[in-house]
């Protein structure tokens, strides 16, 4: 007795379709599975011989053949329990009609036949769909995220029976509707930066990151407003796209991450402790899977006390940071994720954190002072575009019972400079000035004699790197942006060189 069906399995966003094939002959009871099935796969004939006698059906004796093709392909993950399960009942005959070939089966199953909730259905739906299948029959708790995708049948089923009702013609799935309607309205916070009492400049800065999406490194003393303000961040950058937030939704679906929300509509901020180890933030394990910079894949990854993280785990962001991707390398599998985020990191100038402030006296000594800044390396404080000082809040700031600009209102600015990058990068594949190459920035900067003198002397007054050099010009193509600006004036330039001066001041 034999049958065949299809399922999918995930290797990183990318999902391959799997034959399992079904064999049942005679001979001493055996149930086997091959095609390089994984720990979770091997352990799936437990849980397919429960849920089919716990089904009310027979489980067959004699030797059991599971078979998944391409036998080369690694398979890994236990939504491929259904499709076991309805290949042996296929090959007994309890299924009467024959299967659509067309039809791909996904699901965990439970010991008493219930279809359990599984990681990664998304990309895997987008991938069969992709793929040419249009008919799925998947849990129910994960019909709400797969229903973004389009064009496709979703047969949401509870238990095993159900499926097997459906396939015998008895009573039919219903097809799922959509109950989702991706809006682009803005997102309502809880936080705004109308809270920020006085730091005008560092509200600035962070205005101008969000427009042009650069990374920025906050230096000053505790209780100045550094991890306050990066918090609130998020509230004035631009609302997700569609395809921006099928993206970041494939990305926590495969993580385990997307609850019943069903789809990720605000930007990310992740924002995970100093002890993280680079795994946990590059992403890894046997099958690689997502780290903290794919998480915050078109958000905010902030590293709030920079230098208390290990210097080999912030050595690692360096490369995810300048190609907007990451590849993890295994025995297993070398997969690779995209990690194109903000990067927002804060620090105290000196390890008792005083070291420059006016109201409190530091106790460091300059051997401390240099260990500590120097926990930074120069090629990742380079990677930073703006740097920028903040200072003790004065008690007449906290006092002053007016509100500050909103995050509202910031949020139009930075739309409307987005706005004019999406414009002018229509036809490459970029949307802001941060991701501008070599040769992008030839063709889209260009600076008048007087504001090339002013670069001129600033290269050789601060030492700029090469890559400093085109930092600053990313940052006044924003900076000019914000002001509507075709143009990059002498006062745009000026600004995006102070935000380069802070490292010859610390590590100069």
Avoid at 6 to 32: H, P, Q, R, S, W
Avoid at 270 to 289: N, Y
Wanted: aromatic share 6%; proline share 5%; with cysteine.
């Amino acid at each position: 007795m034999y049958s065949k069906l299809t399922t999918c399995v995930l290797m990183g966003l990318d999902g391959y379709d799997i034959e399992v094939e079904a064999d049942i002959a005679k001979g001493l009871a055996n149930f086997t599975i091959v095609g390089l099935p994984d720990t979770s796969i091997k352990e799936s004939k437990e849980r397919v011989r429960s849920a089919i006698v716990n089904s009310g059906h027979r489980f067959p004796l004699g030797r059991i053949t599971i078979n998944l093709v391409p036998a080369t392909l690694k398979k890994e993950g236990s939504q491929l329990d259904l499709a076991i399960a309805i290949a042996v009942l296929d090959a007994i005959g309890v299924i009467i009609p024959e299967i659509k070939k067309e039809l791909i089966f996904i699901g965990e199953l439970s010991l008493d036949g219930r279809l359990m909730p599984i990681e990664g259905a998304l990309p895997m739906i987008i991938a069969m769909r992709e793929r040419g299948y249009r008919d799925f029959i998947i849990p129910r708790d994960n019909a709400r995220e797969c229903s973004l995708v389009e064009d496709v049948n979703l047969y949401p089923a509870d238990s095993l029976n159900q499926i097997v009702d459906h396939l015998n013609g008895e009573k039919l799935l219903e097809v799922h509707i959509s109950d989702l309607n991706f809006d682009s309205k803005e997102i309502v916070y809880d936080l705004d930066f109308s809270d920020i009492k006085g730091q005008e400049d560092l509200k600035r800065a962070l205005e101008v990151a969000a427009a042009g999406g650069h990374n920025v490194l906050i230096i000053g003393p505790p209780g100045a407003g550094k991890t306050m303000a990066a918090k609130r961040l998020p509230t004035i950058l631009p609302s997700l796209s569609f395809e921006e937030s099928i993206e970041c939704t494939k990305i926590y679906s495969i993580s385990g991450l997307l609850g019943e929300v069903g789809l990720v509509e605000q930007r990310p901020f992740r924002a995970p402790h100093h002890t993280a180890s680079a795994v946990s933030l590059i992403g890894g394990g046997r099958i690689p899977k997502p780290g903290e910079v794919s998480l915050a894949h078109n958000g905010v990854l902030f590293l709030d006390e920079l230098p208390e993280f290990s210097k080999h785990v912030l050595e690692v962001l360096r490369q995810p940071m300048e190609d907007g991707i990451v590849t993890v390398s295994r025995a297993n599998a070398t997969l690779t994720y995209p990690s194109n985020f903000m990067l927002i990191g804060s620090m105290n100038p000196c390890p008792c954190g005083n070291h420059g402030n006016p109201l409190v006296e530091c106790t460091c000594t300059n051997q401390m002072i240099s260990k500590y800044l120097n926990k930074i390396s120069g090629p990742l404080l380079d990677r930073f575009d703006i740097h920028i000082e903040v200072s003790p809040v004065q008690f007449s700031e906290l006092s002053d019972r007016a509100n500050g600009e909103s995050s509202d209102e910031i949020r139009q600015r930075v739309n409307r400079a987005r706005d004019i990058q999406i414009k002018r990068y229509k036809d490459e594949k970029i949307i802001n000035n941060d991701r501008l190459s070599s040769r992008q920035i030839k063709k889209y900067i260009k600076l008048s004699p007087n504001v090339e003198k002013i670069v001129s002397m600033a290269f050789d007054k601060y030492n700029f790197s090469a890559r400093s050099f085109t930092k600053i010009l990313k940052i006044s193509r924003t900076i000019a942006d914000l002001d509507s600006s075709e143009d990059i004036t002498e006062t745009h330039i000026l600004e995006a060189i102070r935000y380069r001066s802070l490292d010859n001041k610390y590590w100069g």
